[in-house]
């Protein structure tokens, strides 16, 4: 076999991190895939990979490319993270596997068939409340929004008090992958006071019995991780829980206000709901980006990333790719989604799957049961952040079922 020379990777000054980017990232993730599957973005001394072969196979690859340097721009090595790093998004194994293994049982299908019941009343009562009012609202707040947390902390145990902290406290959160750019310091000033109420929330005392919170302390009470671990286990549920469903249903209600053929497609066949909701994901990727750090000088493409910089997988490019996917901007319930990395992939692959996946199913099942039709009835508004795609404002147009 012969191999070649390594050459230098095709070089972007693009800001994926700046507004114009954020407005409409989907210019940019074309670009960045046609360049290479490798690309250096010369603003931040960072990697890039945009094609959905390469980000599979660096997401699957955890040796060579880790994650306990960081998954943000920053490296924990050479500066000091905000937070105490996660416990299983910012650790490899051998140390990432006992808290894994603790979420994976807690938050397994079967696990959540208690709540199926549940969930699916609070949808039914959210979504008949909400019609009762009239058939124009904004879709974010009302729905998006609404639904998650009316199920998620109950879930997890947490107390009514401060539950609104949850949203701004992930939107730092993941503003804080990114550079430190004006989305971080417009959120700074209230971190002390949104990270003082979070870990709080961790602790055992605070937590209600029956909860995904007191599982993971029954968990270190059975010795499957310490005593130490717990509320930062507990931290991860209340970190990567709640946005991320928000934005994954946000994006949902997005697409099908404006593929109305799908809404009608979905009311005819219910059973589709669990295809939609991927399929909403892999369009929209609620979560863009995550770094990894290069453990040894990698060869991808005919270029070398070297050891210790960071590469940041655009999984929102990847579930674009036209190399992989037919027809990739087409929301579309006709495709088999299966196989999208915006869940990710590999040993980190998203361990809260099945929880926002029973979210969706509920919501959305609900709302097919109620509403004929959906439409945008407004000026529809982006929330810029460094991680998310997100809404701000989603208003909509519902005809009520008969
Ligand atoms: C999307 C994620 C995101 C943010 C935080 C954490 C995980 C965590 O483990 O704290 S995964």
């Not at 829980?241 to 928000?246: C, F, K, P, S």
């Not at 990395?341 to 926002?356: D, L, N, T, Y």
Request: glycine share 8%; aromatic share 8%.
């Amino acid at each position: 076999m012969t191999t070649t020379a390594p050459a230098p990777p095709p070089v972007s000054d693009a800001d994926p991190f700046g507004p114009e980017v954020l407005e409409d990232p989907l210019p940019f993730h074309a670009a960045l895939r046609e360049a290479g599957p490798v690309v250096r973005l010369s603003r931040y001394g960072v990697y890039a990979m945009g094609r959905y072969a390469e980000v599979h196979a660096a997401l699957r690859d955890w040796q060579g490319f880790e994650s306990g340097a960081g998954v943000g721009l920053s490296n924990f090595r050479t500066e000091a993270p905000w937070r105490p790093p996660s416990l299983l998004l910012e650790a490899d194994p051998p140390r990432h596997d006992a808290p894994r293994r603790v979420l994976v049982d807690l938050l397994s299908p079967r696990a959540l068939r208690r709540l199926r019941e549940r969930w699916t009343a609070a949808a039914e009562d959210l979504v008949d409340r909400l019609l009762a009012e009239g058939d124009e609202f904004d879709a974010v707040p009302a729905l998006a929004e609404a639904y998650p947390l009316r199920v998620f902390p109950d879930a997890v145990g947490v107390s009514p008090e401060g539950r609104e902290n949850l949203l701004p406290y992930g939107e730092f959160l993941f503003n804080a992958f990114g550079p430190h750019n004006d989305l971080v310091a417009e959120g700074a000033p209230r971190l002390p006071e949104l990270s003082a109420w979070v870990n709080a929330q961790c602790q055992r005392d605070s937590l209600a019995d029956g909860g995904f919170g007191a599982g993971i302390w029954a968990a270190a009470d059975r010795g499957e991780i310490t005593h130490e671990q717990a509320p930062l286990v507990v931290r991860s549920l209340l970190s990567a829980g709640v946005d991320t469903t928000v934005h994954g249903l946000a994006a949902t209600l997005h697409a099908f206000a404006t593929h109305p053929d799908q809404w009608r497609r979905l009311r005819a066949r219910p059973e589709l709901v669990r295809v939609a909701f991927d399929e909403a994901v892999r369009w929209a990727s609620p979560v863009q980006t995550f770094f990894r750090t290069a453990t040894t000088d990698v060869r991808v493409g005919g270029t070398v990333i070297p050891h210790g910089e960071k590469i940041l997988m655009f999984l929102a490019a990847a579930n674009r790719d036209p190399r992989r996917w037919d027809d990739p901007d087409r929301f579309d319930l006709s495709r088999d989604p299966s196989g999208h990395v915006g869940f990710g992939f590999g040993i980190h692959h998203c361990v809260g799957q099945h929880v926002a996946r029973l979210e969706a199913e509920c919501l959305l099942t609900a709302l097919a049961a109620r509403v004929e039709a959906i439409e945008v009835a407004g000026a529809t508004r982006r929330l810029h952040n460094n991680t998310l795609r997100a809404w701000g404002s989603l208003p909509v147009r519902v005809r009520p079922a008969r």
